[in-house]
């Protein structure tokens, strides 16, 4: 899916418009960071994403709006809001890139979500 994706985009990258070129890089991109991270994409993916950062004192909530990355954190808040309309791989993706990025205690973690989270932090996205 990921080589489909690159190799459209560069056959047809003089005839895309704007949007259509940010809609296969934003694929792109999603696609890399979800490999590079070894997550599956399931909906148990998903809930173990939400309850570690329900566990760390913040809330998702999935609403409808115009986000350009998937999901977003309310300034000076602890709720996270994540596009409802948008696919399964674009939520985990969205929601580990929040994680990654979040200062979270491992003092209110169990083992389980510590090394869940500890294995999202050593990814990092290169290109």
Do not use: P, W
Not at 17 to 36: C, G, Q, W
């Amino acid at each position: 899916m990921l080589q489909h994706a690159v190799i459209n985009f560069v056959n047809n990258f003089k005839k895309l418009s704007r949007a259509s070129i940010y809609k296969y890089l934003t694929a792109i991109m999603v696609n890399v960071t979800i490999f590079e991270n070894m997550l599956t994409i399931t909906n148990h993916t998903l809930e173990k994403l939400e309850m570690l950062l329900k566990t760390s004192g913040y809330r998702v909530r999935y609403e409808k709006g115009n986000f350009k990355t998937g999901a977003c954190m309310l300034l000076n808040s602890r709720i996270i809001v994540v596009n409802k309309f948008a696919n399964l791989e674009s939520k985990i993706a969205a929601i580990a890139e929040l994680a990654r990025t979040l200062e979270i205690d491992y003092n209110l973690l169990d083992d389980k979500q510590a090394a869940f989270l500890h294995q999202l932090k050593q990814t990092t996205l290169q290109l």
